[in-house]
């Protein structure tokens, strides 16, 4: 890429609400990143490339030439460059950046820190249709696209009854809209299920017998019911409007050969519209809406008006009414449902995936949600690079907000259920943001033949690698699995005053506007908080128990073990091994004595182990992912939670007799209390806290700080488990450079084995294909 | 079921109108002679005084066997008219009224308290109160309850024991008579006086309860009538005007007639006066096997009676309980029939509705819920809906008597442990006050609210200033509201000082003492204080004409001036009426959005805060005093100051300290929440004088809550309180219109204080913040518009399903108490370790002592 390092001094940035508050500071442009410090260096402001969607030039006032970044989440930077010259230099140096093709797209540059590694968790829609219990009798394999010759923006394998014949499938096929034939992509537990398709080629008299024959088939799958629905997301009546090349719709749409099913022909089903506007309406419902947010203090009724008009909200109920209405007719009708719109990629995608989301609450799991985005928007095709605008190939025009549409109605969704959905707000923007920022892999390319062709899963990282690792950041503290709304259908009713704007997606980076006390980050805190907690009371127990026997010991055969309690100063190795040994002899029901069961058999802590009891739940061990993991795959399991914990190794069996010095170091490395959230104004590295920003409590000390200065990659000698704690970065240079920590590590290292859950998932969902084949 | 009804489930309710507990029974039953049955359905003494109307009631029953007898002896006089001359006839007369008076004193006498001239009664509420056996109930249709008693004791036996007396004062009087004048004909009028008696004991009988609703008007009528036949009998045959005039006031006798029935048209008026009552106002005391609904939830065959203060509704549970919801008339705020009410359009209904046509009756409530009562047939459902819709208007009337209200009527079912009424007094605050400066005084100048009737009596004022100096302002002020300290901020000693506006009228008088008394607030002498009028400087204009104003410049040189305008009164009353139409309206097509713009609520949200804000910005950051007004200094004025403390005291952000704001800034200052409080979102204004202004004041808190999460003691389940207990409370506090008021009606001794209730542990817990960390900064909200949201949890919160977010709130605790309990259980096993490590230590070192000492040996 041609490219120069450019740097410019002397740059304000104003504030979008507070226009008295402006930092002057230095731009640097690198190859991927536009990077904004102040000369403190305390607030940074990093714009990646691939994330800006415009650069203006706005005139030229006094102070200088302003020019204003507008990116694709939403923030919107303007900066004050005091020479005209380098103000539009960097205009065109920016407008270029975009790259022209794929291979130039981040995600082939992007090099991840050490924790992630290329390491792709392969999606594999066999697991997820067998979990949903296809094939069955009335649903099989076809594997007539696996060349992508049937539909290229299909799967290789698709779900369709047992009854079709191939010849049906390529005639239907044929008829419909770029090949986009009707397929399985959700099977309720009661029978009814949930197809999709593109609209049929029918114009005003077009008829395909194979169609017809494959709706029947489609129809008969479903014991319960002789009846089914197709649901067109189309409005159904065309508005005269003045740009009506913009509005094509479902009766549009037959003049030109395309259109929806000829009631005539199709016997036994029934017909519904549900209305959701086009991509181009809903493109200008979006840039309405951001003119919105770039309104400098409107006033109210400017503000509610200017939010009206943009019918955005409206837009999303009326995506949510659809997914609704889906979901009631599979729920309580037991129909079948088979959902269009022009071609089945969009509004199609949105319908199902939300009524998918509605109807199993395996989807409000982050597993299962992942699942979902894999199956509805990734291998049917929906066309990220172009909805999204990855690349100046793509055609202005067939950018649209599809899928932060989705986004923002799961988002709606959660705010009317909070306990039902295992993940957080961050979760859903971190996934809106990755996919326009060509990060990972994941959400380049248009189809999964794209993808294939681009090898994206050798070349670059997967976002759900991304997720998993820092999982705890994405998990929604407010869970509860047992809740009713997390274990079954939701069927919320939305009216229009149901529907909230979405602050913290749209204003995320004006810290003005935000709640300046933040109660989901609070909660996260107090959640890690309690984790650590009951891990170090475990400790604790372990070694009070020890103490003890230790000393019961010392009292019964003073003689025997006068010799291996000695003094606590000087402890070489053979003393440890010699207490191992000694352990290992006298103590051995405590070896295995992990579970609270045995620990209440304590003799000491006999009186508090009751209480315990109620509040630590018990360790997640390896045990529980691995049995959590392959349960998932049954529709009807309830236990969702542990699907996606982070590899919890088995805890590390220290059998040795601590050493004072030993729980010295173990006391010291978790702290009691936690600095509040609210109380300071700087992190460490003096980057001044806004409420939005994630903030973090050092497990060891306690105090708050900023992504850049915690660390993760430390076992804390005080916590009974092997997880990784984050810790501030003085406390592990401190933890690191004690004498005691070395043994500590070593310890861990020798006994912790080697575990990456997503190679067992590998593992798992090949034998699962293995076991799949076999049947056949 | 929403909170705001008043839920009663734990006694079992007798069935029944008239059957109740009787002392130590636990049998349903008729109550004992001179009990009568509560609410409750507890039988209770009757204990209340003879009322102006039960007297006359009484009178009338006199007055009625006294004309039977006036009657019977007039027949006498025309049967022997030779010999019963006049003299005899006048003290036949006389007798009578002797005898009926003797024996309505004897009546008196006799019932309880014995011996004194006058009765303990118990309440006539309804007609069906006269015939309680009509009403005896029976139970799951098998057995019969009697209970039938006196409910109206001693209103229907006194009437008996009158007519006894006055039959045995007779027996023993006439004969008196009689054997002294020797005339044998007069003993007739007693055989005839022996026959009306029971023909007037079993008029009572039966027709009683008529008699006693409809006497007024009886005795108008009759005596009206009466007279004219009186008239035209003496009129009769002559023609000219002169002779019919001689022969009217020729005769004594018709002087005497004419003069008995002005005596009558008297009894019957001022009886009139006193049938004001409210008891007429109810058409249809009960109603049976109505849908009672609301969004929720809907109770089939529900049985609905109108009482005086409240509909109760009576519905058996699934578990065969019988449960009771009792919806306050205070509390509702518009009744909306959904069928004609004229009789005109009633024709237009189909004249026999099918069997699954109901009417329905839509009740709005002050706490915005809406309930439905589907009744099947029509005249029941015009009637119920009629005499809601009177009670409602009665109960908001300005002239409704505050006793009258249900707070008075309210036992208090609870302990209280700290009585609300003296928890937050001028003393307490005046002693947090001198900790930060010792330049006030409490003055007692305001007793007997001499100079202003809406302030207290005891008041906190600067040192400096004489008595004398606050009359004088006062009379400077509009409604006498000289200007008061309300807020002295700790670090900058600067305050926050609340008045009415300034009589200064167009020709702008001046008042040296007002200028010295505001002068003498300014702590810092060498600063400006700012002067905010919460009008438009137009406004202020066309209240100086009459005779209202702002402080002038040239007078207040130490002050600077500034205007924001705040809406109040019939504004913010019809934007609140439009956010709650925005709320409910359900339908698919109107535009929420556009409406919720077209309500201006959210405007008026944010326009209170940013004045809060400058107010705030003014004592903090320029530390300088800030005088607030507006028009009476007791609306829009004490909306900022009390938001502006929010902002600026930390204190106030805990629940005791924001009851002692609300107590202190709204209701010791005088905002009339009655007046205010008597219509919320629905209801059509009856007075002008409903504003949603404590509302307001509970969203901008709202508002802050949500933006500092963590800063708040309390969480938004007290603001949605307070809201409900402003428009309608059993509680007494929000009941009057200012503490002159609340004297008059010795308020404090007869109704419970809301902080009473509040300040109970198992209430006060459900209003605690989980993640409250005490801040002691002040708060800088964000005011933009963007920040500005609308608080669903109050207006929508009978429209949107609640559970999920009670869910929620269950999480927050539960995290929180986790947290809690293992940080005290991991301190507990810290210390048990290192006791053990020490332990350990001593041993280890004993041993080795012995070891070595071994070694040694």
């Known amino acids: 890429m041609k490219f120069k390092h450019k740097t410019v001094e002397n740059v304000r940035l104003t504030d979008r609400f507070n226009t008295r508050q402006q930092i002057i500071g230095t731009i640097y442009l690198t190859s991927t990143h536009l990077i904004f410090t102040d000369p403190e260096g305390k607030r940074e402001t990093w714009i990646l490339h691939s994330l800006i969607s415009s650069v203006d030039k706005l005139p030229t006032t006094q102070q200088g030439c302003p020019l204003r970044v507008r990116t694709k989440h939403f923030l919107s930077a303007e900066f004050l460059i005091p020479k005209e010259r380098d103000c539009a230099d960097l205009h065109a140096t920016l407008n270029q950046l975009k790259p022209d093709s794929y291979e130039k797209l981040y995600c082939f540059l992007y090099q991840a820190p050490n924790y992630l590694e290329k390491i792709w968790d392969p999606f594999l829609p066999a697991t997820e249709y067998m979990r949903m219990g296809a094939p069955n009798q009335h649903w099989k394999i076809e594997d007539g696209n696996s060349n992508f010759d049937m539909c290229d923006t299909y799967p290789p394998l698709i779900y369709v009854p047992t009854l079709t014949s191939k010849a049906m499938l390529f005639g239907s096929s044929k008829f419909r809209s770029r090949g986009r034939l009707p397929v399985l992509t959700y099977l309720h537990p009661n029978g009814a299920s949930i197809t999709r398709c593109s609209q049929p080629l029918s114009g005003f008299s077009a008829r395909c017998q194979?169609?017809?024959?494959?709706?029947?088939?489609?129809?008969?799958?479903?014991?319960?019911?002789?009846?089914?629905?197709?649901?067109?997301?189309?409005?159904?009546?065309?508005?005269?409007?003045?740009?009506?090349?913009?509005?094509?719709?479902?009766?549009?749409?037959?003049?030109?050969?395309?259109?929806?099913?000829?009631e005539g022909y199709y016997s036994n089903i029934q017909f519904k519209f549900c209305p959701i506007e086009n991509i181009h309406i809903m493109r200008t419902s979006l840039q309405k809406l951001l003119e919105v947010?770039?309104?400098?203090?409107?006033?109210?009724?400017?503000?509610?008006?200017?939010?009206?008009?943009?019918?955005?909200?409206?837009?999303?109920?009326?995506?949510?009414?659809a997914a609704i209405f889906i979901a009631r007719v599979i729920d309580i009708e037991k129909k079948n449902v088979l959902v269009h719109c022009s071609d089945g990629w969009d509004r199609t995608a949105q319908c199902c995936s939300l009524s998918s989301l509605l109807l199993c609450p395996y989807y409000r799991s982050i597993h299962g949600f992942r699942m979902l985005i894999e199956k509805e928007w990734l291998s049917f095709g929906h066309k990220f690079s172009d909805r999204c605008g990855h690349t100046t190939t793509s055609d202005n025009k067939e950018q649209s907000p599809v899928f932060l549409q989705f986004i923002e109605a799961v988002w709606q969704l959660s705010q009317i259920y909070p306990t039902a959905f295992e993940f957080n707000e961050r979760f859903l923007i971190s996934l809106h943001d990755h996919s326009h920022s060509c990060q990972y892999g994941n959400f380049i390319g248009n189809c999964e033949k794209d993808r294939l062709d681009l090898c994206v899963k050798e070349r670059t990282y997967s976002f759900w690698n991304f997720i998993l690792q820092n999982v705890n950041d994405f998990k929604n503290p407010l869970f509860r699995p047992q809740s009713s709304y997390a274990s079954e259908v939701l069927l919320p009713v939305i009216n229009a005053q149901t529907l909230k704007f979405w602050l913290s997606m749209y204003h995320r980076f004006d810290s003005a506007l935000l709640p300046k006390e933040n109660i989901s980050n609070t909660l996260t805190r107090l959640v890690d908080h309690t984790t650590s907690l009951s891990?170090?009371?475990?400790l604790l127990e372990k070694r009070i128990r020890e103490l003890n026997s230790t000393f019961d010991n010392n009292q019964t055969t003073t003689t025997s073990s006068s010799s291996t309690t000695t003094s606590n100063e000087g402890v070489d190795d053979s003393d440890i091994e010699k207490r191992n040994h000694h352990n290992n002899i006298c103590l051995p029901e405590f070896d295995s004595g992990l579970s609270d069961v045995d620990i209440s058999q304590g003799r000491i802590t006999n009186s508090i182990s009751s209480k315990l009891n109620t509040i630590l739940q018990p360790p997640p061990s390896l045990s529980d992912v691995e049995s959590g993991f392959s349960g998932d795959y049954s529709p009807h399991n309830k236990a969702l939670s542990s699907s996606f914990i982070l590899p919890h190794q088995s805890s590390i069996d220290l059998n040795d007799i601590p050493t004072l010095e030993r729980i010295a170091l173990e006391l010291n490395s978790i702290a009691l209390d936690w600095r509040s959230y609210n109380a300071p104004v700087h992190c460490a590295c003096s980057l001044p806290f806004d409420s939005a920003q994630r903030k973090y409590n050092c497990w060891r000390c306690g105090e708050n700080y900023c992504t850049r200065c915690i660390e993760r990659s430390i076992h804390l000698p005080g916590l009974y488990s092997n997880s990784l704690a984050p810790v501030c970065k003085t406390c592990a240079r401190s933890i690191k450079s004690s004498p005691s920590f070395a043994d500590f590590s070593a310890l861990v290292k020798s006994k912790s084995t080697d575990f990456i859950r997503s190679q067992t998932a590998m593992k798992l969902s090949r034998s699962m294909i293995d076991q799949f084949i076999n049947d056949r | 079921m929403s909170r705001n009804f008043l839920e009663k489930s734990k006694i079992y309710l007798c069935p029944g109108k008239y059957c109740g507990y009787q002392n130590n029974s636990t049998n349903c039953g008729a109550c004992q002679r001179g009990y009568r049955v509560n609410t409750e359905s507890i039988c209770q003494l009757c204990h209340e005084t003879l009322s102006l109307y039960n007297f006359m009631y009484i009178v009338f029953m006199a007055l009625l066997a006294l004309s039977f007898h006036w009657y019977f002896i007039n027949r006498l006089q025309k049967k022997k008219q030779r010999e019963f001359t006049l003299v005899k006839q006048t003290i036949l007369y006389f007798l009578s009224i002797l005898e009926i008076l003797l024996a309505f004193i004897f009546t008196l006498l006799t019932f309880p308290p014995i011996g004194k001239l006058t009765m303990n009664v118990c309440q006539v509420k309804l007609l069906s109160d006269f015939y309680p056996m009509f009403h005896n109930p029976i139970v799951n249709y098998r057995k019969k309850l009697r209970c039938s008693y006196e409910v109206v004791y001693p209103l229907q036996s006194a009437i008996f024991v009158l007519y006894t007396y006055a039959s045995l004062i007779m027996l023993l009087l006439r004969p008196l008579f009689v054997s002294i004048i020797h005339q044998k004909f007069i003993s007739a009028s007693i055989y005839s006086a022996l026959h009306f008696y029971p023909c007037l004991l079993i008029l009572h009988a039966l027709c009683g309860g008529f008699i006693y609703f409809s006497f007024p008007i009886l005795t108008i009528t009759s005596a009206i009538f009466l007279n004219a036949i009186h008239f035209t009998l003496i009129a009769n045959g002559e023609n000219n005007w002169i002779s019919f005039i001689r022969k009217l006031c020729g005769n004594i006798q018709n002087w005497i007639i004419y003069l008995v029935h002005v005596i009558l048209l008297l009894c019957g008026l001022i009886s009139l006066t006193q049938f004001e009552d409210e008891y007429h106002l109810i058409l249809l005391p009960t109603?049976?096997?109505?849908?009672?609904?609301?969004?929720?939830?809907?109770?089939?065959?529900?049985?609905?009676?109108?009482?005086?203060?409240?509909?109760?509704?009576?519905?058996?549970?699934s578990d065969g309980n019988y449960k009771e919801l009792w919806i306050f008339y205070t509390n509702m705020d518009a009744i909306q029939p959904k069928f004609p009410m004229k009789t005109e359009f009633r024709s237009q209904l189909p004249l026999s509705p099918s069997m699954s046509s109901t009417y329905t009756i839509i009740v709005r409530l002050k706490t915005l819920e809406t309930c439905y009562f589907d009744v099947s047939v029509l005249d029941d459902a015009i009637k119920l809906a009629e005499s809601l819709d009177a009670l409602i208007t009665y109960t908001d009337g300005l002239n409704c008597d505050v006793t009258f209200l249900f707070p008075f009527c309210f036992p208090r079912d609870f302990e209280v442990i700290q009585d609300g009424w003296t928890a937050f007094s001028v003393e307490s605050e005046f002693?947090?006050?001198?900790?930060?400066?010792?330049?006030?005084?409490?003055?007692?100048?305001?007793?007997?609210?001499?100079?202003?009737?809406?302030?207290?009596?005891?008041?906190?004022?600067?040192?400096?200033?004489?008595?004398?100096?606050?009359?004088?302002?006062?009379?400077?002020?509009?409604?006498?509201?000289?200007?008061?300290?309300?807020?002295?901020?700790?670090?900058?000693?600067?305050?926050?000082?609340?008045?009415?506006?300034?009589?200064?009228?167009?020709?702008?008088?001046?008042?040296?003492?007002?200028?010295?008394?505001?002068?003498?607030?300014?702590?810092?002498?060498?600063?400006?204080?700012?002067?905010?009028?919460?009008?438009?400087?137009?406004?202020?204009?066309?209240?100086?004409?009459?005779?209202?104003?702002?402080?002038p410049d040239q007078?207040?040189?130490?002050?600077?001036?500034?205007?924001?305008?705040?809406?109040?009164?019939?504004?913010?009353?019809?934007?609140?009426?439009?956010?709650?139409?925005?709320?409910?309206?359900?339908?698919?097509?109107d535009r929420w959005l556009s409406k919720l713009d077209n309500s201006n609520w959210l405007l008026h949200v944010k326009e209170a805060l940013t004045t809060a804000c400058i107010v705030a910005q003014t004592i903090d950051c320029e530390e300088t005093s800030v005088l607030i007004h507006g028009s009476d200094g007791w609306d829009t004025t004490l909306l900022v100051t009390s938001l502006a403390q929010i902002l600026l005291d930390p204190d106030c952000r805990t629940i005791t300290g924001f009851e002692a704001l609300i107590e202190r800034e709204w209701i010791q200052a005088g905002h009339p929440f009655r007046l205010r409080c008597s219509r919320s979102g629905f209801g059509r204004s009856t007075h002008g004088q409903e504003s949603p202004l404590f509302t307001l004041f509970l969203d901008c808190t709202w508002q802050l809550l949500q933006q500092f999460a963590c800063s708040f003691e309390f969480n938004d389940t007290l603001l949605i309180e307070l809201f409900q207990h402003a428009y309608s409370s059993k509680f007494g506090t929000f009941i009057f219109n200012n503490e002159k008021e609340k004297l008059k009606y010795n308020g404090i001794k007869h109704t419970v204080s809301l902080w009473s209730y509040f300040n109970r542990p198992e209430i006060l817990h459900t209003f605690l913040n989980p993640f409250y960390e005490p801040n002691l900064s002040v708060l800088w909200p964000s005011v933009a518009a963007q920040s500005i949201i609308l608080w669903r949890s109050l207006y929508l919160r009978f429209y949107e399903n609640q559970i999920p977010q009670r869910e929620v709130w269950d999480e927050y605790l539960l995290i929180k108490g986790k947290e809690i309990q293992l940080r005290s259980y991991v301190n507990k096993l810290r210390q048990e370790l290192l006791e053990l490590e020490r332990k350990c230590t001593e041993k280890t070192n004993m041993i080795k002592t012995e070891k070595d000492s071994v070694v040694t040996i």
């Open chain 1, 210 to 262: 194979e169609d017809e024959q494959l709706l029947q088939c489609i129809l008969r799958t479903n014991p319960h019911s002789n009846t089914m629905y197709i649901i067109d997301t189309r409005p159904r009546v065309s508005i005269p409007v003045k740009s009506s090349s913009l509005r094509i719709n479902a009766v549009a749409n037959r003049a030109a050969g395309k259109g929806y099913e000829n």
């Open chain 1, 293 to 321: 947010s770039d309104m400098k203090n409107p006033t109210m009724n400017q503000y509610l008006n200017a939010l009206d008009s943009s019918s955005w909200l409206q837009h999303i109920k009326s995506v949510l009414d």
């Open chain 1, 535 to 538: 891990d170090h009371a475990r």
């Open chain 2, 287 to 317: 109603v049976f096997l109505p849908v009672f609904r609301d969004h929720l939830q809907s109770y089939p065959e529900s049985i609905v009676n109108v009482t005086l203060h409240n509909v109760i509704i009576t519905h058996k549970q």
């Open chain 2, 431 to 551: 002693s947090r006050l001198q900790a930060i400066s010792d330049e006030w005084r409490i003055s007692d100048v305001n007793k007997n609210f001499a100079i202003c009737e809406t302030y207290p009596e005891r008041l906190v004022v600067p040192k400096s200033i004489t008595d004398e100096y606050l009359k004088r302002s006062a009379q400077f002020r509009s409604h006498g509201r000289f200007p008061l300290l309300c807020y002295l901020h700790k670090s900058s000693k600067s305050c926050i000082i609340r008045c009415a506006q300034p009589l200064i009228g167009s020709s702008v008088r001046r008042c040296k003492e007002d200028e010295g008394l505001v002068n003498a607030m300014l702590t810092q002498r060498h600063k400006k204080g700012w002067i905010l009028d919460t009008r438009h400087a137009n406004v202020v204009k066309s209240a100086q004409n009459k005779g209202g104003g702002c402080e």
């Open chain 2, 555 to 589: 007078h207040y040189a130490l002050w600077k001036r500034l205007h924001r305008h705040l809406d109040k009164h019939t504004v913010l009353q019809e934007s609140f009426t439009k956010l709650m139409d925005a709320c409910i309206d359900q339908s698919e097509k």
